[in-house]
């Protein structure tokens, strides 16, 4: 009981020494005196190594425990500042049990990186993605974007709202999330989730929720690298290309699961597959393909000048040709649920 109290000392010990360095800091920069914390820094000897060894105190005394670090509001701040935050959390504390969750718009994580570094913009590019791009892939394990909530999910959640007192939990609600909780495969997990369509929105989406809760299982995540395998050869040659498709993929059905947006499986490993390698082509197809008989026209004619070569890429038009695939080509469908999804 004496060591539990010793480690509990310690810690809180730790996090209220590094609270009171923030605070301390913080109250220069809230204050508009940018230049006294400046001088604070520059009157420490290694100030920032001493504050290192105390986080990594807290981190140590908390094992076998995970830290989860949540960072909100980085895209209202300057791009100098965004940069030098994002570089610091990857080299100061950068540990194994530390994960830092960053809720930010990507595309001005994007533009900051593209200020700060358009002097060697020139000589790091890549087909298909911006230099911000570049160092989000190199910065973040996963990134993911949240969906919205398009307008007929409102409408029925409006509806199980309203009708809330009306309706009762059946047998036959109850049986069917039962089910999904005992799904052993991703195909199963896919045939509940279209039989619970025909029950109320309450109980489809109760359905939803556990179907989520499946596809992160350990068991159902080696089903999913076997499912995309066969799409190895549309990927680039970087040996984490495969496992970047797994997290792509995965976030990308979890949020269609949670939307009530079925896409097609081929369907979404394509359209995850062009995020990754192309991103301002599936940035552009979203915001202005012209959407008819099922197929995806590009007009090139009205293309600017860092879209319009990319269309002549013959592994980008393989991928939107389907890649060989018996399931063909993305089509226009696809292309109109992820405008749903990401809206």
């Known amino acids: 009981m004496g060591a539990l109290f010793e480690k509990l000392e310690k810690t809180v010990g730790g996090i209220l020494a590094i609270w009171a360095l923030v605070l301390g800091i913080g109250k220069f920069i809230a204050g508009g005196q940018t230049r006294s914390a400046e001088l604070y820094l520059a009157s420490k000897k290694d100030p920032m190594n001493s504050f290192q060894k105390r986080f990594k105190n807290i981190i140590e005394g908390i094992k076998p425990g995970r830290v989860a670090v949540f960072i909100d509001d980085l895209d209202r701040c300057k791009s100098s500042y965004v940069i030098s935050l994002l570089e610091s959390l990857q080299t100061l504390f950068n540990y194994q049990n530390v994960f830092f969750i960053i809720a930010a718009d990507k595309k001005w994580i994007n533009a900051c990186y593209e200020v700060e570094y358009q002097s060697i913009k020139s000589y790091i590019g890549t087909t298909g993605k911006p230099i911000g791009n570049l160092f989000i892939e190199k910065m973040f394990q996963q990134s993911i974007a949240l969906p919205g909530v398009h307008k007929e999910m409102k409408e029925k959640l409006w509806d199980s709202l309203l009708s809330v007192d009306k309706q009762e ?20 997990t896919e045939e509940i989730i279209a039989r619970s369509k025909e029950g109320s929105f309450a109980t489809e989406h109760a359905v939803r929720l556990q179907a989520i809760k499946k596809i992160t299982k350990k068991q159902n995540l080696e089903e999913t690298e076997h499912l995309l395998k066969p799409y190895a050869n549309l990927l680039d040659l970087n040996p984490r290309s495969m496992k970047r498709l797994i997290n792509n993929y995965s976030a990308i059905k979890a949020s269609s699961i949670i939307s009530h947006i079925d896409i097609p499986t081929h369907q979404t490993v394509l359209w995850a597959i062009l995020t990754m390698r192309w991103p301002i082509v599936a940035e552009y197809i979203l915001e202005h393909a012209a959407l008819s008989k099922g197929s995806i026209n590009i007009k090139n004619g009205n293309l600017p000048a860092e879209i319009n070569h990319l269309f002549k890429d013959e592994e980008l038009i393989n991928l939107l040709n389907g890649g060989g695939h018996k399931d063909g080509p993305l089509v226009a469908n696809t292309v109109i649920q992820c405008r749903q999804l990401f809206i």
């Open 169 to 188: 939990i059946t047998e036959t609600d109850e049986s069917i999330v039962k089910e999904m909780q005992n799904a052993g495969s991703l195909q199963e």
